[in-house]
């Protein structure tokens, strides 16, 4: 066998170069020493007093409220209140053209006097025949007339008088009151206006204080709101309370009054009424609100700031500051959120040292150095020992 000298000598020329190269950059990697440590800033976890809620859009609807529709057809003579005035049940509101119905409660006591007058004449008939009878001095077929007559008699008597309480009944109709103590809305007729029975609505008498705001829930809080409404406890607890359009603060805390009877099937959702008073009239139904309901995360509570949370598929971790200012990478479990700091209801003890900013650069075992996470290594002293984590 021969040696082709042309092909072999590249062959080790090349090698000694890549060899060359290898030993070159293990002495660069040795020069340089370890990565330098990542500038963070830390935080202590401890707990605190915290006041935290859940917020649901709520809209303000009347606990009592009547729609005044016209009972009887007729012309609007009189309007005797102010569209938004306080009215009292019973006071008179509107009156409907009387003259037909006054004239027919007329003419039906007349024919009830008429069907009086018949009947007392018919019962005397009948008991003059009856004593003929005893004297067997009549025919029985006379008596049994005389009877029959009375007896008809008293029907047209209860007929006319049910004829008359109808008619009166349309009469009363006729005026409209007030059906509860409230406010009247904004008139939908003018005086002088046609109204047909049953279809033309006049106006709305609706009930202010106390009033309600109406919420809907998810399937998961049913159980947490049927609670809440046991509670008996709950409007001093002030567990219930309205932010109000514009970020105002509504100072009179609610309690639960109605859970509806069925989820709906198109949102899933489910309908609370939560009653407020309302002695200034501040809540106005139609208003669209937001209800503050007091959740588990109240009290004293560990917190950490948010920031601090990494979320990976769903779930949350920190990076705790261990021995050598060495992080490792812990899951918790979070609850409220409450002005930039989260409650934290598993995996972290008081006292613990955790990174609370500058964690995007940081990965699992590697060594942090207190101070600015906005300034890279070099410029905080890259090669000085890192600060303790407290």
């Not at 606990?63 to 009189?78: D, H, I, K, S, W």
């Not at 004593?131 to 029985?140: E, I, P």
């Not at 204080?209 to 109406?214: F, G, S």
């Given at each position: 066998?021969?040696?082709?000298s042309?092909?072999?000598?590249?062959?080790?020329?090349?090698?000694?170069?890549?060899?060359?190269?290898?030993?070159?950059?293990d002495?660069e990697?040795?020069?340089?020493?370890p990565p330098?440590?990542?500038?963070?800033?830390?935080y202590?976890?401890?707990?605190?007093d915290v006041?935290?809620?859940?917020?649901?859009?709520?809209t303000?609807?009347p606990?009592?409220?009547?729609?005044?529709?016209?009972?009887?057809?007729?012309?609007?003579?009189?309007i005797?209140?102010?569209?938004?005035?306080?009215?009292?049940?019973?006071?008179?509101?509107?009156?409907?053209?009387?003259?037909?119905?006054a004239?027919?409660?007329n003419?039906?006591?007349a024919?009830?006097?008429?069907a009086?007058?018949?009947?007392?004449r018919a019962?005397?008939?009948?008991?003059?025949?009856?004593?003929?009878?005893?004297?067997?001095?009549?025919?029985?077929q006379?008596?049994?007339?005389?009877q029959?007559?009375?007896?008809?008699a008293a029907?047209?008597?209860?007929a006319?008088?049910a004829?008359?309480?109808?008619?009166n009944?349309?009469?009363?109709?006729?005026?409209?009151?007030?059906p509860?103590?409230?406010?009247?809305g904004?008139?939908?007729?003018k005086?002088?206006?046609?109204?047909?029975?049953?279809?033309?609505?006049?106006?709305t008498?609706s009930?202010e204080?106390?009033?309600?705001?109406?919420v809907?829930?998810?399937?998961?809080?049913i159980t947490?709101?049927?609670?809440?409404?046991?509670?008996?406890?709950?409007?001093?607890?002030?567990?219930?309370?309205?932010?109000?359009?514009g970020?105002?603060?509504?100072a009179m805390?609610?309690?639960i009054?109605?859970?509806?009877?069925a989820v709906?099937?198109q949102?899933?959702?489910?309908?609370?009424?939560?009653?407020?008073?309302?002695p200034?009239?501040?809540?106005k139904?139609?208003?669209n609100?937001?209800?503050r309901?007091?959740?588990?995360?109240?009290g004293n509570?560990?917190?950490?700031p948010?920031?601090?949370?990494?979320?990976q598929?769903?779930?949350f971790y920190?990076?705790?500051?261990?021995?050598s200012?060495?992080?490792?990478?812990?899951?918790?479990a979070?609850?409220?959120?409450?002005?930039?700091?989260?409650?934290?209801?598993?995996?972290?003890?008081q006292?613990?040292t955790?990174?609370?900013?500058?964690?995007?650069?940081?990965?699992?075992?590697?060594?942090?150095?207190?101070?600015?996470?906005?300034?890279?290594?070099?410029?905080?002293?890259?090669?000085?020992?890192?600060?303790?984590?407290?």
């Open positions: 066998m021969t040696w082709n042309k092909r072999v000598w590249p062959m080790f020329v090349s090698s000694a170069l890549l060899l060359a190269s290898c030993g070159s950059k002495e990697a040795q020069q340089q020493g330098p440590a990542v500038p963070v800033a830390v202590k976890v401890q707990s605190e006041v935290s809620t859940d917020t649901y859009p709520g303000v609807v606990l009592n409220e009547v729609q005044l529709l016209a009972e009887v057809t007729g012309f609007l003579t009189n005797y209140v102010q569209d938004g005035q306080r009215v009292t049940k019973g006071q008179k509101l509107y009156t409907i053209d009387r003259t037909r119905y004239a027919a409660a003419e039906a006591q024919q009830l006097d008429v009086k007058t018949n009947y007392d019962v005397q008939d009948a008991q003059r025949y009856e004593r003929l009878d005893k004297l067997d001095a009549v025919a029985k006379q008596v049994d007339i005389a029959a007559s009375r007896a008809n029907s047209q008597v209860e006319a008088r004829n008359l309480r109808s008619v009944l349309d009469l009363n109709h006729a005026t409209i009151t007030a509860l103590t409230g406010t009247i904004i008139s939908q007729v005086l002088g206006a046609l109204v047909t029975q049953g279809q033309t609505l006049i106006n008498v009930a204080d106390p009033i309600a705001v109406d809907n829930i998810g399937e998961a809080d947490r709101f049927l609670e809440l409404q046991r509670n008996t406890n709950a409007r001093q607890d002030s567990l219930f309370t309205l932010q109000l359009p970020n105002q603060e509504y805390p609610g309690k009054v109605t859970v509806d009877r709906d099937p949102t899933g959702t489910l309908r609370v009424r939560v009653q407020f008073p309302n200034k009239k501040l809540l139904a139609g208003m609100v937001s209800v309901v007091r959740n588990q995360d109240n509570q560990l917190v950490i948010t920031k601090a949370l990494v979320e598929l769903g779930e920190v990076y705790v500051v261990g021995d200012n060495k992080v490792a990478q812990q899951k918790v979070t609850g409220a959120k409450i002005q930039g700091k989260t409650v934290v209801r598993g995996g972290l003890k006292g613990q955790i990174v609370s900013d500058g964690v995007q650069n940081l990965r699992q075992g590697a060594v942090v150095q207190v101070g600015d996470p906005s300034q890279p290594a070099a410029a905080q002293g890259q090669g000085q020992p890192a600060a303790s984590g407290k």
